[in-house]
């Protein structure tokens, strides 16, 4: 594989992580938002976007899901843009059912 191309998979993980933490921010604030006190900042330079400590059980469930689905789904993701193929979700699907 050319360095062109090893440049051109790292762009496109790189692009695909910042889309995806967009996406775990919605997650982030509406999850807190229908769990805790119906309202939260909406900018990550306050403190209270990432803790508060009147509403922490919806944080500490913000972060656990937020664990749960990201890490495997950008690995996955990750690892679709390293082999052009859609081969990764397969065998992870297929080993999710048990076959």
């Not at 999850?31 to 330079?45: D, R």
């Not at 990201?70 to 080993?95: C, E, G, K, M, V």
């Amino acid at each position: 594989m050319s360095i062109f191309a090893k440049s051109f998979k790292l762009a496109l993980c790189i692009v695909s992580f910042l889309l995806f933490l967009i996406l775990l921010y919605s997650i982030h604030i509406s999850i807190v938002i229908s769990l805790g006190e119906g309202w939260m900042p909406a900018s990550t330079k306050n403190p209270d976007f990432w803790w508060k400590n009147s509403g922490w059980y919806a944080y500490l469930v913000s972060y656990c899901v937020i664990v749960l689905i990201s890490i495997p789904l950008y690995s996955l993701i990750a690892s679709s843009i390293y082999t052009w193929s859609l081969s990764p979700f397969r065998i992870f699907w297929t080993h999710l059912r048990n076959r």
